[in-house]
Every structure is written in C-alpha cells, then in structure tokens.
C-alpha cells in the first residue's frame, strides 16, 4: 500500500504519525512537573546533543567514503554530506528505509560510481548497521530480561528474535549457496500462490528477493575477499556512528536534571532499535515515539518521558529530515523521488562487467 503512495503524500503520513503520537504522549505525561522541567533544560546540553549529530553524520560521510574508495571512486566531503542529508530524508517517509537506498545508489552514481558498485556500497553500509543491531538485541535481553518488563513487548521480542534467526541461518546458506537459496524462496513462495489474493504478487516478489540475495551475496563476498581493511576501517566508523546516536538519549536526560547509567541507556536503545527496523510505518514514525515509552516508562519519571521523546526524535530524526529536505529542493526535486523506487540495480553483472 505504501509504496503506491507519492512522495507528498509519505510526507504528509509521516508528518502525522509522529504529530499524532507525540501530541497522545504529551497528554498522557504532561504537566506542571513537565513545564518546570521544560524551564530548567540546559542550553549546554542540547548544544551538546548537536553537536553529537554533527559527528553522527561526519561519521557516517566517513564510513560512505570509504567503501566508495573500496570500489575506487573518491567522493568529495561536502557531496558526501549532502547524500547522507538526503539519505535520512527519503528514509525517513518510507517503512523500513527502503527509499533511502535507491536515491543514494543515484547520487552516488552522479560521481562516477556505477550503479552495481553504488549497489554494492549501499548493501555492505545497511548490514554493519543490521549486523550490531540484530546480534546486540537479542544478547543484552538474554542478560537483562527485566528490560522487557511488558508481557506484550517479551512476546513481541521472542517473535522478532525467531523470525530474524531463521532469517540469519538462511542468508549465511544463502551468501555461499546463493541458487539453492532463491530456489528454496521460490518453493516457499509458489506455496503461497495457493491463497487468490496473493498469487499476483508472488511473480514479481520472486524477482525482487533473487536480486536481493545475489546482490547480498556479491557484495559480501567482493569485500571479504578483497576489501578487508577497507570493510573493518567501515566498521569502525559504524560503531563511532551507532555510539554517537545512542548517546544523545543520555545527553538529553542529563539535560533534564535526571541520572542515569549510559550503559542501561545505550542497552535500552538497541533494544528499541531491533523492534524499530522492522517497522512498517515511515520512517518509525509512531513506532519510535511508542518503544521509546514502553522501554523507559520505568527508567525514567512519567512527567519527563513526553518531553524527552520529542527531544530525542528531533536531535536523531527530524533534524535530518528537515536539512535532507533542503539539499532535495535545492539539488533534485519532490517529483523526482517517485522513480528511485522503480529503479532496477544489478551489482554482480555491472561489477562482473569492470563497472
């Protein structure tokens, strides 16, 4: 459904999710305590948690240009910063960061990286962060059940860790037997054209998850085997990235007068952010603001939680998305955004090709 929305209108659904449950929030958790808190924030601290974006996205520029130096292509420090500005904005209106790929294999390809290699990039620079989000979950609530202290969010938990399991076993069997893997979808697929509803869809599902997995296997294997120092120097700006966003929840809190451990902190937040990359709506929006709750209602007193979401959505979303949305105007167009989507990339017979 979602992907038959335009541009304007995924704005517009992202728009209002996060004000919807952002203003439900401030209803259930305002009040005078909240104003007081309001008054009392630190200006030091929220310069802080800006400049923690700041080196939030130099690392990401960072990490950008030095798998498109992998691939032998340098991209200039303020081209790459415009890429990753625009990155978080089409990311942010589309479930689960799917627009953001295709427009920064686009921009990327304005420099001189073909669309096979800018394929390549975007894939490896999606799993480091998958890769720390998806192994970091699941072992911190092994280790600290009590962070799910929800009966609901415990379920929810156990559903997400099975289904990204099985999904870990497969692509390990599909990374080094790749045709065995898009035959093994296919069977599970055929299987499901039984239900009339979904036999239109399976034709063109079957298509797009055996580029997947061939653009997965490719890429993974290229830096492996030629590109080790390259890909570990990419993983640690990964983690300088991830240590920089997960810091500025604790920055903020101290900015509210409140303590608390960095290290329950940042656990909380990996566990918020496994729930989160599976989200169906654009850009989490609602998801985000709602985990972030159920997650800190009891780390944190009520009356700051409402005003803390909002702070921390604006220094790790929004403020992204409203400088992404410039450099769009200013460097392609609304209007453009609907193709990236319809773009069909084919990294393994580009690279193969000495793209």
């Not at 390259?230 to 240590?243: D, G, H, K, S």
Request: proline share 4%.
């Amino acid at each position: 459904m979602l992907k038959k929305l335009t541009t304007k209108k995924r704005i517009v659904l992202f728009c209002f999710f996060s004000i919807l449950i952002i203003a439900i929030i401030l209803l259930v958790t305002g009040g005078p305590k909240t104003w007081a808190a309001l008054q009392e924030l630190h200006g030091m601290y929220l310069l802080l948690a800006l400049g923690i974006f700041v080196a939030m996205t130099l690392f990401d520029i960072l990490r950008l240009q030095v798998l498109t130096g992998a691939l032998g292509t340098h991209i200039p420090f303020f081209y790459g910063l415009k890429t990753i500005l625009a990155y978080y904005f089409l990311s942010a209106i589309t479930p689960a960061v799917t627009g953001g790929e295709p427009l920064m294999v686009y921009m990327l390809r304005e420099k001189g990286v073909g669309v096979g290699k800018g394929t390549c990039i975007v894939v490896i620079r999606g799993l480091l962060l998958i890769s720390f989000i998806a192994i970091g979950g699941p072992i911190i609530i092994y280790f600290n059940s009590e962070l799910l202290h929800n009966a609901g969010l415990q379920v929810m938990f156990g559903g997400v860790a099975l289904l990204l399991a099985a999904l870990i076993v497969f692509l390990v069997y599909a990374l080094y037997k790749p045709e065995r893997g898009e035959r093994l979808i296919e069977k599970i697929l055929h299987l499901l054209e039984r239900f009339s509803c979904l036999k239109k869809h399976m034709p063109p599902l079957i298509e797009k998850i055996d580029g997947w997995i061939d653009e997965l296997s490719f890429s993974l294997k290229f830096f492996v085997r030629e590109r080790k120092l390259r890909l570990f120097l990419a993983t640690i700006w990964t983690i300088m990235f991830m240590i920089c966003n997960y810091s500025l929840a604790y920055v903020l809190l101290k900015g509210v007068n409140y303590d608390i451990s960095i290290w329950t902190v940042f656990m909380v937040q990996i566990v918020l952010y496994f729930f989160l990359y599976f989200s169906p709506t654009p850009g989490g929006s609602g998801v985000a603001e709602g985990g972030f709750y159920l997650l800190f209602a009891p780390l944190v007193p009520h009356h700051l939680l409402g005003l803390l979401i909002i702070l921390w959505r604006f220094f790790t979303v929004y403020l992204g998305v409203f400088m992404g949305a410039f450099v769009i105007m200013k460097t392609l167009s609304i209007d453009r955004m609907e193709t990236f989507a319809e773009e069909k990339i084919h990294p393994v017979l580009e690279l193969e090709k000495g793209e």
